[in-house]
């Protein structure tokens, strides 16, 4: 069996400092995001990735901390390690959009396509679960 949350993780830890950077020097990174990240996952279960990364990157003034955060972390770390998304041009846009167009094949969805990028997101999401700890405000 692959180990690649074990691969992932030196790069996300990296990301995530960079992302929670006014965080992690204002004393930690705040619970909050261990409980949006923790529920992540069952919500990609639950709902599909697409649905999942929709509701992560949409700004919610009734959440204590920006979960939008987490989804960039994520998306960096495609764009900086994956093969997939290397080449995409417009790293400006919602990662949403990014993995629909990445999956679209005409009017059809190209499902293995979709499943291999869901399995990856997941896998990314357990290390940054797993980063998040380091930094975690106590």
């Known amino acids: 069996m692959e180990r690649r949350v074990e691969k992932y993780f030196p790069k996300v830890l990296e990301i995530t400092r960079e992302v929670f950077e006014v965080e992690i020097k204002d004393g930690g990174i705040p619970s909050e995001y261990k409980g949006y990240i923790s529920t992540f996952g069952t919500m990609v279960i639950q709902n599909g990735i697409l649905p999942a990364i929709a509701y992560y990157e949409?700004?919610?003034s009734n959440t204590k901390e920006?979960?939008?955060k987490l989804?960039?972390?994520?998306?960096?770390?495609?764009?900086?390690?994956?093969?997939?998304f290397k080449n995409i041009?417009?790293?400006n846009i919602k990662l949403v959009e990014i993995v629909k167009d990445e999956v679209k094949n005409g009017n059809e969805f190209d499902r293995e396509k979709l499943r291999i990028i869901e399995?990856?997101?997941?896998?990314i999401s357990i290390a940054l679960k797993l980063s998040l700890r380091t930094y975690l405000k106590v």
Not at 71 to 84: G, T
Not at 119 to 123: G, L, P, V
Request: cysteine-free; overall charge positive.
């Open 66 to 68: 920006d979960r939008v």
């Open 89 to 91: 041009k417009k790293k």
């Open 119 to 123: 399995e990856k997101i997941i896998d």
């Open 58 to 60: 949409k700004k919610d």
């Open 71 to 84: 989804i960039e972390v994520i998306k960096r770390f495609l764009f900086q390690e994956d093969e997939m």
